[in-house]
């Protein structure tokens, strides 16, 4: 079993004792996991796959359609990389342009304090920092979106791709934004629709 807090030394399908948010009591649980990137569903329509993509972009672009919760890597040849994700529920969504502005491997978390604040009015208590592992709600990988508290990031929670269930970030699995995160460059444009 690895530790959590050892996140470099971990590997898919290790176990680790992780410290997870349970919405259900709205309180922080402990629970032992697979570290598994793998996806838990069967879906097939949330798994990447090349589709066709016929808007004229620049290769590299991402756009995202939240309403469709889909990603969309932009290929420059007429297709683009699909990716099934986790979209910002009622009232957290949101549409613009920006670039990506930093990228971080485990990054650590540092809830807003407006959502700490939002948060404790539902009973619900979150620290100031969860640093980067496998129990940190960014996951594995992170696109920070320029000035914005908005990123692409990870998911200790998979089963909330295709949702909308955010505070405004995108979610991807920790599979697919370890993918992405290793083909995305700084100043990259993210179009978020």
């Known amino acids: 079993m690895a530790v959590a807090g050892q996140e470099h030394s971990l590997a898919a399908g290790d176990r680790a004792t992780v410290r997870q948010f349970d919405p ?10 697979s570290l598994s990137f793998k996806a838990p569903w069967e879906d097939p329509d949330l798994k990447p796959k090349v589709v066709p993509f016929e808007e ?15 990603l969309f890597h932009v290929r420059g040849d007429g297709t683009a990389v699909r990716y099934g994700i986790g ?17 971080a491997k485990w ?3 540092r809830p807003p304090a407006e959502m700490i604040r ?12 969860i640093h980067g592992g496998p129990e940190n709600p ?25 949702r909308a269930v955010s505070s405004g970030c995108i979610r991807m699995t920790n599979e697919d934004i370890s ?7 700084l100043g990259t444009m993210v179009i978020v629709r």
Do not use: C
Request: glycine share 12%.
């Open 24 to 33: 259900a009591s709205g309180r922080w649980v402990l629970k032992e996991r």
């Open 56 to 70: 004229k972009l620049e290769a590299g672009t991402i756009v995202v359609d939240t309403g469709k919760r889909r």
């Open 87 to 103: 979209v910002g529920r009622e009232g957290f969504s949101w549409r613009g342009r920006e670039r990506v502005s930093r990228k």
């Open 107 to 109: 990054p650590d978390w």
């Open 118 to 129: 939002r948060e404790a009015r539902e009973g619900r208590q979150l620290p100031s920092v």
């Open 138 to 162: 960014l996951g594995a990988r992170a696109l920070y979106l320029g000035q914005t508290l908005y990123r692409i990031h990870g998911t200790n929670q998979p089963w909330t791709i295709g």
């Open 179 to 185: 993918a992405l995160f290793d083909q995305v460059t």
